[in-house]
């Protein structure tokens, strides 16, 4: 006999088994405007792969059973060994063999950055802390390139769209990854103080001696790492093996419990005399690194609206799905103006993120180069921010049911702290923008040129943008403003973006509630007017 007491009824059938590019108009349409539809054609088998009940599987395993730490064997030898569910060596092939690591370097044409940038957010929506060792190694080529030493032995290894998770010298492995080391337990984002130190080996190389609190992914095959030398803080490339054949004295302390990115394998190292090639000159090192983190700084743009996406489209599909109080929730009055307020959020971050990655394609114009300067860290801030606050609204639609670890919603809720925090929390990203903003004039002119083709379009963007040119023409006093006019730096790019892009359904409805003085600050506080039904058929195609 079946007891109906286990009878499921009105319940939403899982979001698998589609085409997460396929079903993304604002991605798609991105990726024509950065010239890069050329890679439609492999946008869309990632998307159709990405899309499967397998892949979500493999995201949801890699995070029910994280990495763990094995630093000696049975007879006491040190290992310093991360071992991971077979998950996570899955997700990490796949990322390989689309090239997310290292594919615009690897294969440069115009729009490679921008091609990647939208198979970033695809994979992101499956999982995301596989994407940490993506983006250092992405981040990493750019430093290493320009070393004449011994490092560019290595890149031939790195640029191979393969994934080789053996312990080994880099040169006999088929592909490789780099990770970073640079916060220290008394410093955090002040680099200046770290202790760790380096002194000339005499052969050549250094040697290094010092902690690192948090050191990203300890398993990857070279770390970028700073350090105090005689001429002051300096970036060094420490492999896990030395050159003569020995294991790197990079000594795992243990791996951070985090609050997400569990997949992922964060630890604190101890160097005991731990061999390292000078990049760059000495003294140098900030530098250096920080233009990796200009990339990986990218990428916490693209990999929050990655999960922005994904949570949407959870959202969306359980609100069609779901009955409440005679009708499904999607028809809602209240639900609607919700879902539809959250498919603006979405709209616009992808809208600036792809464009965020376009300029990252023109790496010698200087008008590009200005606006990435200054977009970055606004982006970061105000797009990681925004994050947070969607994923526990869209968690919120599915009610307790996206509270459990099943669903992915809470997974997508515990993760989006990480792209706040990591390569530089808000305040760090605001009041770099007013670097950016104060080290070249004509970064402002930059902005404003982008800006000029939406005007006349909408009188609440041509008043917001009066009022911050205003503002910003007077960047020295901003400080304490800072959060405030990257907020109001990266509403006028997504409005100009959606103006002149997206349909007027959804660009009109974000001005008024982002410009207009309508928005209440949380999501469900559109104004009656808009129309929500173009808004929710565009969130997510069928």
Same mark, same amino acid.
């Given at each position: 006999?079946?007891?109906?007491?286990?009878?499921?009824?009105?319940?939403?059938?899982?979001?698998?088994?589609?085409?997460?590019?396929?079903?993304?108009? #604002?991605?798609?349409?991105?990726?024509?405007?950065?010239?890069?539809?050329?890679?439609?054609?492999?946008?869309?088998?990632?998307?159709?792969?990405?899309?499967?009940?397998?892949?979500?599987?493999?995201?949801?395993?890699?995070? *029910?059973?994280?990495?763990?730490?094995? !630093?000696?064997?049975?007879?006491?030898?040190?290992?310093?060994?991360? $071992?991971?569910?077979? #998950?996570?060596?899955?997700?990490?092939?796949?990322?390989?063999?689309?090239?997310?690591?290292?594919?615009?370097? /690897?294969?440069?044409?115009?729009?490679?950055?921008?091609?990647?940038?939208?198979?970033?957010?695809?994979?992101?929506?499956?999982?995301?802390?596989?994407?940490?060792?993506?983006?250092?190694?992405?981040?990493?080529?750019?430093?290493?390139?320009?070393?004449?030493?011994?490092?560019?032995?290595?890149?031939?290894?790195?640029?191979?769209?393969?994934?080789?998770?053996?312990?080994?010298?880099?040169?006999?492995?088929?592909?490789?990854?780099? &990770?970073?080391?640079?916060?220290?337990?008394?410093?955090?984002?002040?680099?200046?103080?770290?202790?760790?130190?380096?002194?000339?080996?005499?052969?050549?190389?250094?040697?290094?001696?010092?902690?690192?609190?948090?050191? !990203?992914?300890?398993?990857? %095959? #070279?770390?970028?790492?700073?350090?105090?030398?005689?001429?002051?803080?300096?970036?060094?490339?420490?492999?896990?093996?030395?050159?003569?054949?020995?294991?790197?004295?990079?000594?795992?302390?243990? =791996?951070?419990?985090?609050?997400?990115?569990?997949?992922?394998?964060?630890?604190?190292?101890?160097?005991?005399?731990?061999?390292?090639?000078?990049?760059? +000159?000495?003294?140098?090192?900030?530098?250096?690194?920080?233009?990796?983190?200009?990339?990986?700084?990218?990428?916490?743009? =693209?990999?929050?609206?990655?999960?922005?996406?994904?949570?949407?489209?959870?959202?969306?599909?359980?609100?069609?799905?779901?009955?409440?109080?005679?009708?499904?929730?999607?028809?809602?009055?209240?639900?609607?103006?919700?879902?539809?307020?959250?498919?603006? $959020?979405?709209?616009?971050?992808?809208?600036?993120?792809?464009?965020?990655?376009?300029?990252? %394609?023109? *790496?010698?114009? $200087?008008?590009?180069?200005?606006?990435?300067?200054?977009?970055?860290?606004?982006?970061?801030?105000?797009?990681?921010?925004?994050?947070?606050?969607?994923?526990?609204? #869209?968690?919120?639609?599915?009610?307790?049911?996206?509270?459990?670890?099943?669903?992915?919603?809470?997974?997508?809720?515990?993760?989006?702290?990480?792209? !706040?925090?990591?390569? &530089?929390?808000?305040?760090?990203?605001?009041?770099?923008?007013?670097?950016?903003? &104060?080290?070249?004039?004509?970064?402002?002119?930059?902005?404003? /040129?982008?800006?000029?083709?939406?005007?006349?379009?909408?009188?609440?963007?041509?008043?917001?943008?009066?009022?911050?040119?205003?503002?910003?023409?007077?960047?020295?006093?901003?400080?304490?403003?800072?959060?405030?006019?990257?907020?109001?730096?990266? =509403?006028?790019?997504?409005?100009?973006? =959606?103006?002149?892009?997206?349909?007027?359904?959804?660009?009109?409805?974000?001005?008024?509630?982002?410009?207009?003085?309508?928005?209440?600050?949380?999501?469900?506080?559109?104004?009656?007017?808009?129309? !929500? +039904?173009?808004?929710?058929?565009?969130?997510?195609?069928?």
């Amino acid at each position: 006999m079946t007891w109906p007491t286990h009878t499921v009824t009105n319940q939403a059938p899982p979001l698998q088994d589609y085409n997460l590019f396929g079903a993304d108009p #604002a991605l798609r349409e991105a990726v024509d405007r950065a010239g890069a539809a050329w890679a439609v054609p492999d946008l869309t088998r990632q998307g159709e792969e990405l899309g499967t009940a397998a892949s979500f599987a493999l995201g949801h395993l890699a995070n *029910q059973y994280p990495p763990l730490l094995r !630093s000696f064997d049975a007879r006491g030898h040190r290992l310093d060994e991360i $071992e991971f569910h077979p #998950a996570w060596h899955g997700l990490m092939a796949d990322i390989a063999r689309r090239g997310l690591h290292t594919g615009p370097w /690897a294969q440069a044409r115009h729009g490679a950055h921008a091609a990647r940038a939208a198979g970033f957010i695809l994979q992101t929506q499956i999982e995301a802390g596989s994407m940490c060792p993506t983006t250092m190694t992405y981040g990493a080529i750019p430093a290493l390139a320009r070393d004449a030493g011994l490092v560019r032995e290595a890149l031939s290894v790195l640029l191979r769209p393969e994934y080789d998770p053996r312990d080994l010298p880099l040169a006999q492995k088929r592909g490789g990854l780099i &990770g970073m080391g640079m916060t220290e337990k008394q410093g955090g984002s002040d680099l200046r103080t770290n202790t760790t130190r380096a002194e000339p080996d005499g052969a050549g190389g250094w040697r290094l001696t010092g902690h690192k609190w948090f050191f !990203s992914a300890p398993q990857c %095959d #070279a770390h970028l790492v700073l350090a105090q030398t005689p001429g002051g803080l300096s970036c060094f490339f420490v492999p896990r093996w030395v050159p003569d054949g020995s294991k790197n004295p990079v000594l795992i302390q243990r =791996l951070k419990d985090k609050l997400g990115n569990r997949s992922n394998a964060s630890s604190e190292v101890e160097f005991q005399g731990a061999w390292g090639h000078l990049l760059g +000159a000495e003294g140098r090192g900030v530098p250096t690194i920080l233009e990796m983190g200009t990339y990986t700084r990218l990428d916490c743009v =693209l990999g929050t609206t990655g999960l922005m996406r994904q949570a949407l489209s959870q959202a969306v599909h359980y609100a069609r799905h779901r009955l409440a109080f005679g009708a499904a929730l999607i028809d809602q009055p209240l639900m609607r103006n919700v879902l539809a307020d959250m498919a603006l $959020e979405v709209e616009a971050a992808i809208a600036l993120a792809m464009r965020l990655a376009e300029a990252f %394609d023109a *790496q010698h114009d $200087e008008a590009q180069s200005l606006l990435r300067r200054l977009l970055t860290p606004a982006a970061k801030f105000r797009i990681c921010k925004r994050g947070a606050e969607l994923a526990a609204e #869209a968690m919120e639609v599915l009610g307790g049911n996206g509270y459990v670890e099943d669903d992915v919603q809470a997974r997508i809720y515990r993760e989006m702290p990480v792209n !706040s925090i990591w390569e &530089g929390s808000g305040n760090v990203m605001c009041l770099d923008v007013l670097r950016a903003l &104060g080290k070249n004039p004509r970064t402002l002119d930059a902005l404003m /040129a982008e800006l000029a083709p939406a005007q006349g379009r909408n009188a609440h963007f041509d008043a917001h943008v009066r009022r911050l040119a205003a503002r910003l023409r007077q960047p020295e006093g901003l400080q304490a403003e800072a959060r405030s006019v990257s907020h109001d730096i990266v =509403l006028a790019m997504q409005a100009a973006l =959606l103006l002149q892009h997206a349909p007027q359904a959804i660009a009109e409805p974000f001005c008024a509630s982002r410009l207009g003085g309508e928005w209440g600050g949380g999501f469900g506080t559109l104004s009656t007017t808009c129309d !929500s +039904a173009a808004i929710l058929d565009r969130a997510l195609l069928s």
